[in-house]
């Protein structure tokens, strides 16, 4: 009998609605009926394209004699931590203070008052490599409840409190400034790994907003090592098995140092940061495998992850069958020689397998191997190469196609059209803008209700129940001010400004700091805040970016001001922790450089208007804002007063409350910028 997750919007969620497990989603109603009953609750916290979710759901969830243990002495409450991030940050941090790790599936045993006792991750269906199984957890937990009642409450008041007591150090008063951000790239040179790029050791997450902060850094002070570390991470990237050398697009992460075997999942946060970092990287070197990676990229977001409704799709999954009715990781992507032969044929197999470093032995698992470009220089030439990979491509195309959650997560469309619309712009590429548009208006016309509030998820054009959180908010608003500034629509500025209202109006807390959920948002045993980066901007360091280009476009003291005392944590966690808080250095680069304010006045149809609005996009200062458009347009504020020069058009450029004289020459623009 299906149970109550069936009409969930979450793709999650409802691959276990047919689990003999009694689930519950997260709900009032699931912590009455565990009071009613006197039983704790299991929480179970996961995402669709989570490898071991699948395992522990296959193992236990769909097992009938666990399900029945489950379902007598619990009510059993799943969560999908990209629905509800606030849900599984609190719990999260309770797993990671308990054990010192943590991780998906979260296994989390809580009191009818939603207080946590017992924490763990993923437990197998028979004790293995130290760990208990699922079902001696089960019995455990249940025994603990029956008959150590008091000592449990006492463990769940003291976590709860230890929770509640904890307070971030926000640095004191002030901004970063150079000494931080010297520090800050001080710290990340100690820890950048020369030989394959990148930082630190195994697993290698791509590091996009630490990328985007030495782009800028770059931007701003020349300095050549901080453009190195980028332009060489991000080529090794490319170059790896974590990049789809058929189709474009990243995988979550590499398992090893040298970026050879991925974790084949490919999540649409990841591929809209990365194709606009590698864009930037473009604007800074000229780089061809840096705009080829951003269009490729950008490709694939509207090609795997668009869906009917004109959003983007959340993830597409690690694992597919592999043929032979097996469901197995990588499935999809990997090749051995004799599937290249197959393919192929010997010659052009040969050549492939060269060219790809596909080995008898195999970089993967079976044998088989990850696509990669090795060599520093091609065995092959582009016309050789090219129909080979296409015919590679039409062979995987008849391969099973991986799983894709279809939800629309309002925050990581918002990253989409900010990276599409740059994109677009920067590669004469209108039909990115115009795919970026359509995203925004979903988000508007189904995300955002009369009074600007924002909900967190859709499916198929309909809303989820959940509200959105801080980095909702402030990624909705980037992605509208980038758009705003390559179509030349006040209107998404205007949107953008109401979003940003309610940050300052829900999310503030005193000194500067931002909590990650609404004034009025549900209560949780803790509200959740962090300040640093995970794979995606923090929503603190993503709402003072949009805050201050916001106040660069308006004016806005009050603006500006929220985006200068949200920085004081940068100031304090930069220096000691630059690779988890690289967002709130970008930004942080972007106020120490103004930011620069550029107005382009003309005539849509005139050349030298376009030439200038191209320049201005163009720009490599961090954080510029552009407005374009004819002159005193009301569509935004920099065009005011903004008069053509002889007749023609002209740009402004104004930083730190000064303008210098218009220029008429893109050339003369360039080297301003």
């Known amino acids: ?55 522990m759901a296959h193992e236990s969830f769909e097992d009938d004699a666990t399900a029945a243990l489950v379902n007598e002495h619990f009510v059993a409450v799943k969560v999908d931590r990209e629905e509800r991030p606030d849900v599984d940050a609190v719990y999260m941090e309770a797993v990671q203070a308990a054990t010192g790790q943590g991780g998906w599936p979260m296994t989390v045993f809580l009191t009818p008052d939603a207080a946590p006792f017992y924490f763990g991750t993923y437990f197998p269906p028979e004790p293995r490599h ?15 409840w029956s008959d150590r009642r008091e000592e449990v409450g006492e463990v769940a ?33 100690r820890e950048y790994d020369a030989t394959r790029g990148g930082f630190g050791g195994a697993p290698k997450f791509p590091p996009s907003m630490a990328l985007e902060f030495l782009l800028r850094h770059h931007a701003r002070t020349g300095s050549e090592g901080a453009l190195q570390m980028a332009a ?10 974590i990049y789809d050398q058929l189709a474009g697009g990243f995988a979550r992460y590499a398992v090893d140092r040298d970026w ?17 970092v590698y864009a930037h990287l473009w ?143 920067l590669f004469d590429r209108p039909d990115l803008v115009e795919r970026a548009t359509e995203a925004a208006d979903l988000l508007v016309r189904v995300h955002m209700d009369e009074s600007a509030r924002l909900t967190r998820t859709s499916k198929d054009g309909r809303a989820g129940t959940n509200a959105g959180v801080l980095e909702d908010y402030a990624d909705v608003a980037e992605g509208f001010l980038a758009l705003a500034a390559v179509t030349g629509e006040g209107a998404w500025l205007d949107f953008a400004g109401f979003l940003l209202d309610i940050v300052l109006d829900r999310f503030t807390a005193e000194g500067g700091a931002l909590y990650d959920t609404a004034h009025d948002a549900e209560a949780l045993i803790r509200r959740p805040q962090d300040p640093t980066d995970n794979a995606t901007p923090s929503g603190w360091t ?40 690289g967002w709130g250095l970008a930004v942080s ?38 407005a374009c458009g004819a002159p005193d347009s009301e569509e935004f504020p920099l065009l005011r007063d903004r008069p053509l020069v002889a007749g023609g058009s002209a740009a402004y450029v104004c930083r730190h409350f000064t303008c210098d004289a218009p220029v008429t020459d893109p050339a003369e623009l360039r080297r301003r910028l």
């Not at 985006?563 to 100031?571: C, D, F, T, W």
Request: net charge negative; charged share 25%; glycine share 10%.
């Open 1 to 55: 009998m299906p149970n109550r997750l069936a009409h969930e919007t979450s793709p999650y969620l409802l691959q276990h609605a047919d689990n003999p497990v009694d689930w519950w989603p997260w709900s009032a109603e699931a912590f009455e009926e565990a009071r009613r009953r006197n039983v704790p609750v299991l929480l179970s916290v996961g995402y669709s394209s989570c490898h071991w979710c699948h395992v």
């Open 130 to 144: 130290g760990m208990p199984s699922f079902s001696e957890v089960l019995e455990g937990v249940k025994d603990a």
């Open 157 to 189: 008041d003291r976590i709860v409190k230890d929770l509640a007591s904890r307070s971030l150090a926000y640095g004191g008063d002030g901004v970063p400034g150079e000494e931080e951000l010297a520090q800050a790239l001080l710290g990340l040179t």
């Open 232 to 241: 060489d991470t991000c080529e090794a990237m490319a170059r790896g098995g």
């Open 260 to 276: 050879v075997v991925p974790h084949f999942e490919k999540m649409l946060y990841d591929n809209a940061l990365l194709c606009r």
């Open 283 to 425: 604007k800074a070197t000229g780089s061809d495998l840096a705009r080829r990676v951003a269009l490729e990229t950008a490709d694939f977001l509207v090609r795997e992850l668009r869906t009917p409704e004109g959003g983007f799709a959340s993830a597409l999954d690690a694992d597919s069958d592999d043929g032979d009715g097996r469901h197995v990781e990588g499935a999809f992507y990997v090749w051995t020689p004799e599937q290249l032969t197959e393919v192929l044929g010997p010659e052009d197999a040969a050549l492939a397998a060269a060219h790809y470093g596909v080995t008898e032995d195999g970089t993967f698992e079976h044998g088989s191997s990850v696509l990669q470009l090795p060599q520093d220089a091609g065995v092959a030439d582009a016309d050789r190469i090219a129909p080979i990979a296409a015919r590679l491509l039409a062979a995987r195309a008849g391969r099973e196609r991986p799983g894709r959650d279809d939800k629309v997560v309002a925050a990581w469309n918002g990253l989409a059209i900010a990276a599409l619309a740059e994109t677009g712009a």
């Open 542 to 581: 993503a709402a003072a970016g949009a805050l201050l280009s916001y106040a660069a476009h308006t004016g806005s003291d009050a603006h500006r001001a929220a985006a200068e005392g949200a920085l004081g944590v940068v100031k304090a966690l930069g220096p000691r922790a630059p690779r988890f808080i």
């Open 589 to 626: 680069e972007a106020l120490l450089d103004g930011p620069r304010e550029i107005a382009v006045v003309g005539a849509p149809g005139d050349e030298t208007f376009r030439e200038l609005r191209r320049t201005a996009l163009a720009a490599t200062a961090p954080g510029a804002v552009v």
